[in-house]
């Protein structure tokens, strides 16, 4: 097997059993260049059951003030929300830009935006659009957002062409923000947190990197109480200078730094924030 982001090789590396939401024995692939880990019986699964997987499992928090698979979902999004504003505050985003938030589930996101802050951030999602205000498919024409923002959805992708498709959604002096978790080494532990059922991609810092470069992006933005990265092609520089501004100003903290940032550099199970 290949790797979907790099084309290494990969490896048999663990299984995890689940006897839950229609899983039993899951098998994790791990590539042997990039550390990338796909579950490669989320990768092989029919359609129609992952179509019945990802409907189980969304079901029990979608619409609901908490979600008993990530209890720190709601503060996390307020804190992605608080982000937004404040970079759109600096010019880093531009509010009056086209903007999505792609795999939108519920659009608490979007909500907390308009309400909060007065900023419109339209939603979508390919399997939960709830009503007219979200975008279709066919709104997402390449290159036509200036900021495209897609939080918890890297992890539930299986092919390299799906987070190239959202991804490709940027235009080219556009903004990317991406909210998924990156560890240094993935475990190679059944009971890692992160093994959820819906959960089939889990990214290194080299894959999340490999990621950035190929898309041509030049810089990064994290925001630890966000979980949150967004990424600019634009002048490095110019992006730095905005950011000690908004330290400065006693906003975020945010960190820089020219190319991918990496932050989580240790299991992950051992920082308590
Ligand atoms: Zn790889």
Known sequence: MRCEICGGSCRFDFTKRFDSFGLTDVQYWRCEDCGFVLSRTHAEMSPKDWMELNERCHATYQGHDENLLDPRWKSRMAAQA??????????????????????????????????????????????????????????????????????????????????????????????????????????????????????????SNAAMDRLFKDWGYRCSIYDVAARLWIWFRSDPRAVSTKVDQLNGAGLGPYLFREGFLDYWKVDPRLRSA
Do not use: N
């Not at 970079?87 to 795999?103: A, E, K, N, T, Y």
């Not at 996101?109 to 979508?124: C, H, M, V």
């Open 82 to 203: 608080r982000a937004i504003a404040e970079l759109s505050g600096c010019g880093l985003l531009d509010p009056q830009g086209r903007w999505v938030d792609f795999g939108c589930g519920d659009g608490s996101l979007s909500d907390l935006l308009a309400a909060d802050y007065r900023l419109g951030l339209p939603k979508y999602d390919k399997y939960m659009a709830r009503d007219a205000s979200y975008l279709s498919h066919q709104d997402l024409q390449p290159a036509a957002f200036d900021f495209v923002i897609t939080s918890s959805v890297f992890e539930h992708l299986t092919r390299r062409e799906q987070w190239d498709g959202i991804e490709a959604l940027v235009c080219p002096a556009g903004a990317f923000g991406v909210a998924t978790l990156v560890a240094d080494r993935v475990p190679s532990d059944p009971d890692w947190f992160y093994l959820e059922p819906p959960h089939c991609a889990f990214f």
